[in-house]
């Protein structure tokens, strides 16, 4: 039986014709059976695939062949492309949206001007040797950080992307420009454009982890400075880097410990993702199933 998993990457190189590297990407995922999201700009490739490992191997191997794509460097986790309903490949302005697609430069090393990486052994050692200094600023979605964040980190209050350089103009963060802050996401991608939006807009020494959430939890798991789950886009919602994992996340009705978000239908017919317990997950979904809403407070 063929083995299944998840690969995740990005690689950031000037590309001349988005369109036909979309085009090229999309035959490339058909032709090896590959499901998951790819998005393509001028600044580089952003994806997440799920397949046969062999099949995920060649598209790796195949997509390095391309002028300055040849460092980029894949991600496993566990899964496969029944975690992805479909293929999806397209071309955008942004690989991923900040809103900011003329001001990120891209050149062939990579993002211009962004913050300096630092390898999972290098954050700890900087938080050593600076102690309480160090401020960790989370790039990713604020309900991401629900379920597990680095410990003391800041929060930005934002819902997505699009949101960031609102939140880092407000003067809210005006304290940390002369401090050293370490910015993190997922897998890296976020924070290689937010540590570059920041540092233009006077942060002055600024970190980022490389490869992210993943490459810090792959080598410490549970036992660094990380706590809790990591919050992923694709069906399981969630993962965890070891079985000491703690649960940080709180039912949004009930109070009790869960790192599970559902996608619940709330008054007005939209869908909104709740961090909700196994029991009020139930109920709610039992009043979507019963063609009702749930309600801010699901009935015990």
């Known amino acids: 039986m063929a083995q299944e998993r998840i690969i995740l990457y990005y690689c950031f190189a000037p590309i001349t014709d988005p369109t036909a590297v979309m085009l090229w990407q999309r035959a490339l995922c058909e032709k090896w059976g590959l499901t998951g999201r790819i998005i393509i700009s001028k600044h580089g490739i952003n994806g997440t695939l799920g397949g046969d490992v062999h099949a995920l191997k ?6 390095r062949q391309y002028p300055g794509f040849e460092k980029l460097e894949l991600k496993w986790s566990d899964g496969g492309s029944a975690d992805f309903p479909r293929l999806s490949v397209k071309a955008r302005d942004e690989i991923v949206a900040f809103g900011a697609p003329d001001e990120l430069q891209v050149d062939e090393n990579g993002v211009v001007g962004g913050g300096v990486h630092l390898k999972p052994a290098e954050v700890n050692k900087l938080v050593e040797e600076r102690g309480d200094e160090v401020v960790f ?40 420009k002369d401090k050293p802050v370490v910015t993190y996401c997922t897998g890296g991608i976020r924070c290689e454009i937010l ?24 080598k410490y798991g549970d036992s660094g400075l990380w706590e809790g789950s990591l919050y992923i886009f694709d069906k399981r919602r969630h993962m965890e880097f070891s079985p000491d994992t703690v649960q940080i996340g709180k039912c949004e009705h009930c109070g009790a410990p869960s790192n599970r978000f559902e996608n619940i239908e ?10 909700l317990c196994p029991e009020c997950t139930e109920r709610a979904l039992e009043l979507n199933r019963a063609g009702q809403p749930a309600t801010a407070e699901v009935p015990a």
């Open 137 to 176: 600023f989370d790039g990713r979605n604020a309900y991401e950080a629900k379920i597990g964040k680095f410990k003391n980190a800041i929060v930005p209050d934002v819902n997505t992307t699009h949101d960031f350089i609102k939140e880092i103009e407000s003067g809210k963060y005006d304290d940390l």
């Open 266 to 275: 709330v008054p007005g017919g939209a869908r909104e993702l709740k961090l």
């Open 58 to 63: 060649q598209y790796g191997k195949t997509t």
């Open 195 to 218: 540590s570059a939006l920041m540092k233009n807009r006077g942060f002055k020494e600024i970190y980022q982890i490389d490869g992210g959430i993943v490459r810090y939890g792959e």
